[in-house]
């Protein structure tokens, strides 16, 4: 029972995280960012670049509680759909987590419209 409090926990840090980045995001890059009609259900970058293609797109920003930390670790990574590689990626505890904070440092590593010309 106590997993799954934790698990619950690591979701709802998941989902705020997610608010927050996607406000910071969408505001300093305005009119660039889109939303998937469905999540990712792997943290894996394969699948990341495939929903890309799929919209066109020239970065994938996602991320999600590692199922294999027992919900302890929120991963965050950033792919390039044209080379099919992981750009920045980084994990942050569970416990503690500030999501602004989170937010700030993941829209600071979001690639900029000059790097898109590259």
Request: hydrophobic fraction near 40%; avoid cysteine.
């Amino acid at each position: 029972m106590r997993q799954t409090a934790q698990w619950d926990d690591a979701q709802k840090l998941a989902d705020s995280i997610f608010a927050f980045v996607y406000g910071r995001v969408s505001i300093s890059h305005h009119g660039r960012v889109g939303l998937a009609d469905e999540p990712l259900h792997s943290l894996d970058p394969a699948a990341a670049v495939q929903r890309g293609r799929e919209n066109h797109s020239t970065y994938v920003l996602y991320g999600g509680i590692d199922r294999r930390s027992a919900g302890q670790v929120f991963d965050v990574k950033i792919v390039s759909v044209a080379h099919g590689s992981v750009v920045w990626s980084e994990s942050y505890p569970a416990a503690g987590a500030d999501p602004a904070k989170i937010a700030a440092e993941v829209d600071s590593k979001v690639p900029s419209l000059e790097d898109d010309e590259d």
